[in-house]
């Protein structure tokens, strides 16, 4: 079936909103707390956008956003015309707290204009913190700290801030940190262990040593400890963990931070998927484990290890257990990388930006044409 036709079949059960800035209104849980819905009218929301993590030359966006707030607009703009509800904006640790218990005003200042940008351009934000990924940029004194000094200093800094972005209705979540992880064998000094993808450090460690205590109750101290610094400055908006799904790269298990002896203080799941070509099946079973009563969101997802149409096709298969889908934007639309030479990476970009333009006619067409929650 052409990728065109399968997500009218797989849509037509899902009740979607498309916002704009006139109608922009908090999204929050259903009273079962399974789904999203607008808080004001009730209707089911689904999580439609993009990671806006890194702008294509690798720069990321503390890296530009005040010398070129008009390519931040523009980005917006653009993501908003793919037919986007949702960004998921990256805030690096040391951009915010250079000092120990200094804030970085200017920053916190450009935060709160991003917040009414998204306003503006009827996008709701998907706040991540406590980023590390440029290294060279994480602050000596940070890496120094022991494990309840990082975790007081974390909570500080969630303080700092979500209280730049508290009230707004933009605001969809606070997403504590990216692809937390505990104490392990490669590394096990380091908080940040192994180089990702570009030379970036997307996984981070919330402690170095287990000591007397399970993997659980110390997933659980630290979420309870930002969480509950996060409700001191902002009693409503959403709180989660982007996680790795080991369920998916062990094959098997069960999962950490949204088990019920961890995930009380979570909102929603939310879950970074990249299929395996010739794995679908596998993929799709594993996030299956993920759908533990809350809303699922597939928070990380785009065609680097399949092809487009296997992506398309784990997208099919999961919807009626997802309630949110976010990918990846870099600065380049469709038709810039069209008129391009361009890389492998560029080729990949360009088909998932073309698959999700070409699926947000579908989901709207749900929204026209009504739906039920699933």
């Known amino acids: 079936m052409k990728q065109g036709c399968r997500f009218a079949m797989c849509m037509a059960g899902i009740l979607l909103v498309w916002t704009g800035a006139a109608s922009l209104e908090p999204i929050g849980l259903s009273e079962d707390g399974s789904e999203f819905v607008k808080m004001e009218s009730g209707e089911r929301f689904f999580a439609w956008g993009f990671n806006y993590d890194r702008h294509h030359d690798g720069r990321l966006i503390e890296d530009y956003w005040h010398e070129q707030w008009d390519t931040i607009a523009q980005d917006f703009q653009n993501m908003k015309e793919l037919g986007a509800n949702l960004v998921r904006i990256h805030l690096q640790f040391g951009r915010f707290m250079p000092e120990p218990g200094e804030f970085n005003e200017a920053n916190l200042d450009q935060l709160a204009r991003l917040v009414g940008l998204a306003e503006d351009t009827g996008l709701y934000l998907n706040l991540t913190g406590l980023a590390c990924y440029h290294k060279h940029d994480v602050p000596e004194w940070y890496d120094a700290l022991d494990e309840a000094e990082r975790w007081e200093t974390q909570a500080a800094w969630w303080k700092a801030v979500a209280d730049a972005a508290a009230g707004s209705p933009a605001v969809f979540c606070y997403n504590l940190m990216n692809e937390p992880i505990l104490a392990g064998s490669n590394d096990p000094?380091?908080?940040?262990?192994?180089?990702?993808?570009?030379?970036?450090?997307?996984?981070?460690?919330?402690?170095?040593?287990?000591?007397?205590?399970?993997?659980?109750?110390?997933?659980?101290?630290?979420?309870?400890?930002?969480?509950?610094?996060?409700?001191?400055?902002?009693?409503?908006?959403?709180?989660?963990?982007?996680?790795?799904?080991?369920?998916?790269?062990?094959?098997?298990?069960?999962?950490?931070?949204?088990?019920?002896?961890?995930?009380?203080?979570?909102?929603?799941?939310?879950?970074?998927?990249?299929?395996?070509?010739?794995?679908?099946?596998?993929?799709?079973?594993?996030?299956?484990?993920?759908?533990?009563?809350?809303?699922?969101?597939?928070?990380?997802?785009?065609?680097?290890?399949?092809?487009?149409?296997?992506?398309?096709?784990?997208?099919?298969?999961?919807?009626?257990?997802?309630?949110?889908?976010?990918?990846?934007?870099?600065?380049?639309?469709?038709?810039?990388?069209?008129?391009?030479?361009?890389?492998?990476?560029?080729?990949?970009?360009?088909?998932?930006?073309?698959?999700?333009?070409?699926?947000?006619?579908?989901?709207?067409?749900?929204?026209?044409?009504?739906?039920?929650?699933?």
């Open 189 to 374: 000094d380091e908080w940040l262990p192994g180089e990702g993808f570009g030379g970036k450090h997307f996984v981070q460690r919330i402690t170095l040593d287990l000591g007397e205590r399970t993997r659980h109750e110390v997933a659980r101290a630290w979420v309870d400890t930002l969480a509950g610094a996060i409700r001191e400055v902002d009693e409503n908006a959403m709180i989660t963990v982007g996680a790795i799904p080991w369920v998916f790269h062990f094959g098997g298990g069960s999962p950490l931070f949204y088990s019920e002896e961890v995930g009380e203080n979570l909102d929603f799941t939310s879950v970074h998927f990249y299929p395996q070509s010739g794995e679908v099946d596998a993929a799709v079973s594993a996030l299956e484990v993920y759908d533990v009563g809350k809303p699922l969101v597939v928070e990380e997802t785009f065609p680097l290890r399949c092809d487009i149409d296997e992506l398309a096709e784990f997208f099919e298969r999961s919807m009626p257990i997802l309630d949110g889908i976010t990918g990846f934007f870099w600065g380049e639309t469709i038709e810039d990388l069209e008129a391009k030479d361009r890389t492998i990476g560029d080729e990949m970009t360009l088909r998932w930006l073309r698959l999700f333009r070409d699926m947000t006619p579908e989901m709207q067409a749900a929204v026209t044409n009504g739906g039920e929650s699933r």
